[in-house]
């Protein structure tokens, strides 16, 4: 996690966890990074002080699996359809005047997309959210001997 993430997940004293095994798939690091990196300035932004996120990466032979959970605010059901649509802001984050303009969870999976992958959110109200992120996995590579 950058300093910036990391220096707003100490503010609010939230447990940050990071589990991850080698996984590997073709594409734009750069973006990839950038969808991962919304996913996580999500959770850490709508998660209450001393909350937790929580985030781990694994793989199969075929599917490279994401998952971010937080203890936040959690997203109410009638407004889970539109959440990856541009603009889209949750009724509750508005409520609690959580700031942005409703942009990032579109490029999150217009980028996902992008890599033959797909994006999926399970929340409860008041309990927190799990966005999971699938990518196809490709073989790691073969290292090259030192000559």
Known sequence: MNGELNAAAHAKELTVTFDAEPAWVRGDRTQLQRALRKLIENAIKFT?????????????????????????????????????????RAGNAMDQAVQGPGLGLAIVRDIVRDHGGGIAVQSVVGRGSTFTVTLPAVPAPVPVPAS
């Open 48 to 88: 209450p002080a001393g909350g937790s996120v929580t985030w781990r990466c694994g793989a199969d032979e075929q599917t490279v699996t994401i998952v971010v959970t937080d203890t936040g605010i959690g997203i109410p059901a009638e407004d889970v359809p539109g959440l990856f649509t541009p603009f889209h």
